[in-house]
Each structure stands twice: as C-alpha cells, then as structure tokens.
C-alpha cells in the first residue's frame, strides 16, 4: 500500500506537460486551483468536481469523550472537519486497479 505521493509540484509539471504552459504558470494554474477549492471550503461550500468527488465541510457537535487509558471523561468541543465522498466513477475506478 505504500506508494508514490502526488504532489503539488507533479500536479504542475503534469499540466506543463499535458497543456504547454511554462513551468511557472503550470504551477500557478496549480496553486489558483487549490486556492480557489480551499478558500470555497473555508466559507462552508462544497466543491463537487465531476467523475472525481466532492470535498465538504461537516459541523461536529460538542460531546463527552473518554480516555482510553484512565476511563476519565474529556468534554471534545465542537469543530469543523473536511470530508470526501468519492463519486461512483472513482470508487469503480480505484476498485479496478484493485484487481489488476
């Protein structure tokens, strides 16, 4: 399961090699995307891109937690967490590279 990661820097030079932009717009083109996607998260929209998945922000209420190790309560305060909910296709896709 350990693999290669894929990086902002191969997402850019994936786009210098696919579209022709130069290795510095490639790698703005790259950045502008990913800013774009964060600061929507930030403000609490979903951002769906199609055959791929979307990427949303849940609300988590307070609640009572327990030490696993002393059984003590510990109050979890309330926070924001990213979800992704990979679309059909992916799951498919990834379940087919599973096989081969």
């Not at 786009?15 to 998260?41: I, K, P």
């Not at 030490?67 to 109050?75: A, C, I, L, R, S």
Request: aromatic fraction near 4%; proline fraction near 4%; charged fraction near 30%.
């Amino acid at each position: 399961m350990a693999g290669k990661t894929l990086t902002r820097m191969d997402l850019s030079e994936a786009v210098f090699r696919e579209v022709g932009l130069s290795r510095n717009e490639s790698a703005q083109l790259v950045e502008t995307v990913l800013a774009h996607m964060s600061d929507a998260l930030v403000r609490g929209e979903s951002v769906k891109i199609s055959s791929f998945g979307t990427f949303s922000v849940r609300e988590k209420a307070a609640r009572v937690g327990r030490n696993p190790k002393t059984g003590q309560e510990v109050p979890i305060s309330p926070r924001r967490v990213l979800t992704f909910r990979p679309s059909h296709l992916m799951k498919d896709r990834v379940a087919d590279g599973n096989r081969k």
